[in-house]
């Protein structure tokens, strides 16, 4: 995948390889290739596909969940730290993830 293309997966996947030297993309299709039933069964699959695996939020969940990296965040956005992962639902039905930066954008966001 081009970098300047992607999805939310994409750009958390680019930023832990990139500032981490950890590779999702590698170690969540070695995982569900080991431990296949625990992850959903949102898809219908019958076995891993290591091509898009790793770009969907539900897996990657699982995956943080599986290797105890799962905590709560502060209730409060000012305790947030720079390298937190999140997830939120958007419209009740769009699942995305995000990383918290050290960095704002020109608006202070």
């Not at 969540?28 to 039933?37: C, E, G, I, K």
């Not at 897996?59 to 799962?70: D, M, P, V």
């Amino acid at each position: 995948m081009p970098r300047h293309t992607g999805v939310c997966t994409d750009v958390l996947i680019r930023a832990y390889r990139d500032a981490f030297a950890v590779d999702l993309q590698k170690l969540v299709p070695t995982d569900m290739a080991a431990h296949f039933l625990a992850y959903p069964r949102t898809w219908g699959l019958k076995r891993p596909d290591p091509n898009i695996d790793h770009r969907r939020v539900p897996n990657l969940q699982t995956f943080w969940a599986r290797k105890q990296a799962k905590l709560p965040l502060p209730s409060n956005e000012q305790y947030w730290q720079p390298s937190y992962i999140f997830t939120s639902m958007i419209y009740g039905k769009l699942l995305r993830t995000g990383i918290i930066s050290d960095r704002r954008t020109a608006c202070g966001c």
